[in-house]
T-cell receptor
Framework: EAQVTQNPRYLITVTGKKLTVTCSQNMNHEYMSWYRQDPGLGLRQIYYSMNVEVTDKGDVPEGYKVSRKEKRNFPLILESPSPNQTSLYFC?????????FGPGTRLTVL | GNSVTQMEGPVTLSEEAFLTINCTYTATGYPSLFWYVQYPGEGLQLLLKATKADDKGSNKGFEATYRKETTSFHLEKGSVQVSDSAVYFCALGVGGNTPLVFGKGTRLSVIA
């Protein structure tokens, strides 16, 4: 089954404790991206990647890092999380302008 | 720049009512237009799309027509069901290296 998977689905952590949210897709898509979804703000893109070893900032990249060492994986890294990064995060892969979204990761930073 | 504006929610309707969710856009060039749906606890999934002016996208009883003259892509359904309760996002894409631009989403609640 074609899909985008994310782990973990839920995470509660404390300020400053590094964390990684994994994302994997099995559709061989070159384009992948990370979004955060916040009430009243809709979806905002954090980072995107057009291919292996090619990443670029989206609209709200501050406080986040990504890497793209393999085509299928696109992890999101928070080196020092802060409470304003409490949000719902989605990974997506894309082909031909159609995006396929993961199920989301709800992150709470205390 | 490119942008999408969709009507504020929430929208609450009774089952079998007619639904319209307005979406207008601003874009350079000739974008493709999309509606995505997010059911509770899930990620977004593509509902329908249209890639050129006057195209009509349709799926699951939903329809939207790409209107270049009014820069609109309104979502409609003739008879909503409780299972249509979700958040709906309008989006545009111009291709190339430019990411999709999403509206802020409209929450629809359908009551029996």
């Amino acid at each position: 089954e074609a899909q985008v998977t994310q782990n973990p689905r839920y995470l509660i952590t404390v300020t400053g404790k590094k964390l990684t949210v994994t994302c994997s897709q099995n559709m061989n898509h070159e384009y992948m991206s990370w979004y955060r979804q916040d009430p009243g703000l809709g979806l905002r893109q954090i980072y995107y990647s057009m291919n292996v070893e090619v990443t670029d900032k989206g609209d709200v990249p501050e406080g986040y890092k990504v890497s793209r060492k393999e085509k299928r994986n696109f992890p999101l890294i928070l080196e020092s999380p802060s409470p304003n990064q409490t949000s719902l995060y989605f990974c997506a892969s894309e082909r031909g302008n159609e995006q396929f979204f993961g199920p989301g990761t709800r992150l709470t930073v205390l | 720049g490119n942008s999408v504006t969709q009507m504020e929610g929430p929208v609450t309707l009774s089952e079998e009512a007619f639904l319209t969710i307005n979406c207008t856009y601003t874009a350079t060039g000739y974008p493709s237009l999309f509606w995505y749906v997010q059911y509770p606890g899930e990620g977004l999934q593509l509902l329908l799309k249209a890639t050129k002016a006057d195209d009509k996208g349709s799926n699951k009883g939903f329809e939207a027509t790409y209107r270049k003259e009014t820069t609109s892509f309104h979502l409609e359904k003739g008879s909503v069901q409780v299972s249509d309760s979700a958040v709906y996002f309008c989006a545009l894409g111009v291709g190339g290296n430019t990411p999709l631009v999403f509206g802020k989403g409209t929450r629809l609640s359908v009551i029996a």
